[in-house]
């Protein structure tokens, strides 16, 4: 009898001391979440970014120290920002296609003042190959520009640098693969059109649109966006059965927590990766001087940040096909973006960061 209470008294204090371990590592786990959102980048002031800039290229710190910048104070129709690291290869093919639009549409260039014209803003990203010089040597500096950062500091401090740096009432990001085809920029222009019914959008009696942005039924009353997303989530069936399986399980598990963490409680945004993106100038300064996250993320915060200023934005499906020559690692970049994407929603949620 004596053993048997022993043995029952001996399996209670273990069970105690699991539950004890159990409890002591959450909370720990906890407290360390705590200190890492605690501990998350605020948003690099806007003076402190020209620190950032290699002195030996054209930087525009006009607009960096501006806290209310507006399209009143722009100087050019369109800005283009093209976020480039070691893409000497790729970024001339599609600097060609890019100004072979641009001047067949808007014409070149007439002056400062002239609401056609346009700029392109080239942000090195700390590249280590001779991509920005070879910018510099083949085109027009009052048309093309280029900033350079000192050191590699990502994608989202890249784009940030160049629409702080724009002067262009509409600014777009596009990136230096040459992945989208350029001329479908019209397609999101026309969605920053006040009262403009896109392609694949029909009106019914109600006066609400139907649009059908890659197959989706979304109603949304007749309004002007201030953003414009590209999407290739018209491709995605395709996609899947090119991917590998693992791409496919990637992809479909991120997809969810988007939907689930950012998307929630706002409006559907089926594609928030693709680096075709079009923004009024009001938008762009609004978003980007609160941007926090530096590479991958950052376009899921943009979603964040949207939604917190009311801002409204179109999904638009765009022509995209895969260029050789990337480097991104697609394991490492999604975990990158799972550890961003849980920072950003707590980090709002719990008020670590605020916009200003």
């Not at 989706?216 to 090119?242: M, P, Y």
Request: with cysteine; proline share 3%.
């Amino acid at each position: 009898m004596s053993t048997t209470a022993g043995a029952s008294a001996s399996l209670s204090m273990s069970t105690s001391s699991v539950v004890s371990s159990i409890v002591v590592a959450i909370v720990a786990v906890l407290i360390g979440m705590v200190f890492w959102l605690l501990l998350s980048q605020e948003a690099v002031p806007e003076g402190a970014l020209v620190d950032q800039l290699d002195p030996e290229y054209y930087i525009a710190p006009h607009l960096l120290g501006k806290a209310n910048a507006t399209a009143a104070e722009t100087k050019v129709g369109l800005s283009v920002i093209i976020p480039a690291y070691n893409e000497e290869e790729r970024l001339p093919i599609m600097m060609k296609e890019t100004l072979d639009f641009l001047e067949t549409t808007y014409g070149k260039p007439t002056g400062a003042t002239s609401k056609k014209s346009y700029e392109i803003i080239v942000v090195d990203d700390g590249s280590e190959d001779s991509g920005a010089l070879m910018v510099l040597k083949t085109y027009d500096r009052e048309t093309v520009k280029v900033v350079k950062l000192r050191k590699n500091r990502g994608k989202g401090f890249a784009v940030r640098v160049g629409m702080l740096s724009a002067t262009g009432e509409r600014r777009l990001m596009v990136d230096a693969d040459g992945a989208t085809k350029f001329s479908d920029l019209a397609k999101l222009e026309k969605q920053l059109g006040a009262g403009v019914a896109a392609e694949g959008t029909k009106k019914t009696s109600e006066g609400v649109q139907e649009n059908y942005v890659e197959g989706v039924q979304r109603r949304h009353e007749d309004q002007q966006h201030q953003i414009a997303f590209g999407s290739r989530h018209h491709l995605s069936q395709e996609a899947t059965v090119k991917r590998a399986w693992y791409r496919n399980v990637l992809m479909w598990g991120l997809h969810f927590l988007v939907r689930l963490l950012i998307t929630a409680n706002g409006q559907p945004i089926h594609d928030t990766q693709c680096g075709f993106k079009l923004f009024t100038a009001d938008a762009a300064e609004k978003l980007f001087r609160n941007l926090h996250i530096q590479r991958w993320a950052f376009d899921l915060e943009l979603v964040v940040l949207a939604q917190q200023f009311g801002l409204s934005i179109a999904e638009v499906p765009v022509t995209w096909h895969e260029v050789p020559g990337s480097k991104l690692s697609i394991v490492s970049a999604t975990l990158s973006m799972l550890k961003d994407m849980f920072k950003i929603r707590m980090c709002y949620l719990t008020g670590i960061w605020r916009i200003r």
